[in-house]
């Protein structure tokens, strides 16, 4: 991974080569900030920044034979550790080794990983994914050996949160006194859940969310095809690349979500029962899931109106053809009605979950919206 692949984040990168240009890199730095900001991929960079041959003032070469195997995932010097899960014929420990390939492969294809797809990528959604102590004694092992080839032995942690207290205990030491030119690199989803003792031995390096336009810049040289999806979804990615790639990927989905909300408020305003009567059935069939997602769906359009009603703009999150709709509904939504069409959103969601009758659902819920949209602005 080269620097210039991490969208922005030029500050952080400027900060980390100056410290390996200097020889002052602490022996244990901790990535954190908001998901999708890219610390996972500075991370991956630094590494191989730091043991490249040819470094640049901006960048690794990207050709030098460390760099092509830092690349490739397989730098004899550069150590993952990651969650694992338990197999369907348990090894009582399972280690990162073991799943190296599978990682190196979802690497190649999410170079900002997250546990959520990782986890689909081992097919093991629904288990609890930890870093084990077996791992504590494979990373002590690795360390005492000597570099193979390098300047720097990197042992690069993802979710040093996912470690549990034994394999925490064991590593406590040798974070705080490394051998000679070995760094941890980890890489956090929140700090807050991260064992004191060993957050207390790291140098936090902050990620801040990426700024819309970076964002929107980064993702059109990737995807230039898709660059009129790219321009309607930036501002609700909120400078999250994880949340942009599953908004481009959802696009269609919400296009078919907005029809239906769309229609729904202009049945339910005007209270036309026999074309609810008749909507209604399209949304029955479509499954618990979608329902549930329309109804988030629902809940972001509510919000976005709202904001749009009381002009506080900066912080609508709504792509240009829902906003195009909201000019004209948004005097709707008001703080005389907010708070109640908010509960019967996020009700739904719940009721949904519990296997309440969808038909029956949707009809008394057109029933408040009706009521709910007729209610005049207090201010
Ligand atoms: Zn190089």
Redesign the pocket.
């Known amino acids: 991974m080269l620097f210039k692949s991490v969208i922005g984040q030029e500050g952080v990168r400027d900060q980390l080569i100056h410290a390996a240009r200097e020889n002052r890199v602490s022996h244990a730095l901790l990535f954190h900030g908001p998901p999708g900001s890219g610390k996972f991929p500075l991370a991956l960079a630094f590494a191989?920044y730091l043991n490249?041959?040819?470094?640049g003032l901006e960048d690794?070469?990207?050709?030098?034979p460390?760099?092509s195997k830092a690349e490739r995932f397989i730098h004899p010097d550069i150590h993952f550790v990651f969650p694992v899960v338990t197999g369907s014929k348990p090894k009582p420990e399972p280690e990162s080794d073991l799943h190296i390939d599978k990682w190196r492969l979802y690497l190649e294809a999410k170079p900002y990983p997250d546990l959520q797809s990782w986890l689909s990528f081992l097919k093991a959604e629904n288990k609890q994914a930890q870093i084990f102590k077996k791992e504590a004694e494979s990373i002590l092992h690795k360390l005492h050996l000597k570099a193979y080839e390098s300047d720097y032995k990197v042992v690069l942690i993802w979710l040093p949160e996912k470690m549990n207290h034994t394999a925490a205990n064991k590593l406590l030491k040798i974070i705080e006194e490394p051998p000679d030119k070995t760094i941890f690199l980890m890489v956090a989803q929140s700090t807050d859940e991260i064992i004191p003792t060993i957050l207390s031995r790291c140098q936090l390096v902050k990620v801040n969310k990426i700024p819309d336009g970076v964002l929107a810049t980064g993702l059109s040289e990737r995807f230039p095809e898709q660059e009129q999806i790219i321009k309607g979804i930036i501002r609700q990615a909120d400078g999250d690349y994880l949340a942009a790639m599953n908004l481009i990927e959802s696009d269609e989905q919400n296009k078919i979500y907005y029809e239906h909300f769309v229609q729904w408020m202009r049945l339910a305003y005007g209270f036309k029962i026999l074309e609810l009567l008749e909507w209604i059935p399209t949304m029955t069939t479509l499954g618990r899931e979608k329902q549930k997602e329309f109804f988030i769906f629902c809940l972001r359009m509510i919000r976005g109106n709202f904001h749009m009603n009381r002009e506080v703009r900066s912080i609508i999150r709504l792509n240009p053809e829902e906003q195009q709709f909201a000019e004209r509904f948004h005097k709707y939504i008001h703080p005389g009605n907010i708070e109640d069409l908010h509960n019967l959103f996020s009700e739904a969601v719940r009721h949904i979950s519990m296997n309440a009758n969808p038909r029956i659902l949707f009809i008394d819920m057109s029933t408040s919206i009706h009521l709910l949209l007729q209610k005049q602005s207090l201010q």
């Open positions: 191989q490249c041959s040819d470094r690794s070469c990207g050709v030098c460390s760099c």
